[in-house]
């Protein structure tokens, strides 16, 4: 792949070079700002085409969002540019204004998934295959859960297939991401703390459970294992949910639409 990589921080910088290079792929520049993030990628647009974007969230000049604005504008210049987003926090708004206008192509990781070489590999081959990416403990956060590193959600951290397939599964970037094994107590206790309003209150708490598994790219098969429950009971609750969050079979594409209701709180 040919990639744009934007960070601030010169060790992490050259630190993604150096796995994107083992990986096989082709860093063609290397920024520390937004708006030499936009001249390189318009200057790779006008050449030989670019395959990817890396840029984390928070940047100079501002150092606020800089990286989340840049990444909306590229989107809107070059619809469908595969780009990846990095936080350093479990910030649901960014994750909330990144997907707003459409999923396809976007991934959005907290930098502590970069540590795991092949999970991120496989995050950036699901977000340049056109598949959305949420790291799963956003999504715990979301849900007011713990989030997979161990930590409270809120507190400093340490997917989809394409848009074709109207139900299709969507593959985790992080398998084990997010919730305990079995069907004990740990499953209902990290579903505790509710959602109280909009369409996930509207959810049990088993549909939630299942909706989390769902967000980590659990099929129904792989949740049947997860929760010991038959496969028609899966598929109960996966047609609750998505008959509870209005998402009726002709709106297509209905598990990745079903994540991203998290992301409507």
């Known amino acids: 792949m040919r990639i744009i990589l934007a960070e601030d921080s010169a060790l992490l910088r050259q630190g993604l070079t150096m796995v994107l290079g083992a990986l096989g792929h082709s860093v063609l520049a290397e920024v520390e700002d937004a708006p030499t993030l936009l001249t390189a990628v318009d200057t790779a647009m006008a050449g030989e085409g670019l395959d990817a974007v890396i840029t984390d969230v928070r940047m100079p000049p501002t150092h606020t969002s800089d ?6 504008q590229l989107r809107e210049t070059y619809p469908g540019l595969p780009i990846v987003v990095l936080s350093q926090y479990i910030t649901t708004a960014y994750a909330r204004e990144l997907f707003a206008r459409s999923a396809a192509g976007l991934g959005y990781l907290l930098k502590d998934r970069v540590g795991d070489i092949e999970e991120f590999a496989r995050a ?26 161990g930590q409270a959600a ?49 959810l049990s708490p088993r549909e939630l459970e299942i909706l989390r598994l769902m967000a980590q790219g659990r099929s129904n098969t792989e949740i049947e294992s997860e929760l010991f429950i038959s496969s028609a009971t899966v598929a109960k609750h996966v047609g609750n949910i998505f008959d509870k969050l209005d998402l009726p079979a002709e709106t297509g594409n209905r598990r990745v639409r079903a994540v991203l209701a998290f992301l409507e709180g």
């Open 67 to 72: 990286g989340l604005k840049a990444a909306l």
């Open 124 to 149: 950036l081959d699901t977000v340049v295959a056109g598949g959305t990416v949420i790291d799963p403990d956003v999504v715990q956060h979301l849900l007011g859960g713990t989030s997979s590193s």
């Open 154 to 202: 809120g507190q400093a951290p340490g997917t989809s297939t394409g848009t074709s397939g109207a139900d299709a599964p969507i593959p985790s970037s992080y398998p084990g991401g997010g919730a305990a094994r079995g069907s004990s107590d740990s499953h209902l206790e990290q579903t505790a703390h509710r959602p109280t309003e909009g369409k996930l209150a509207r």
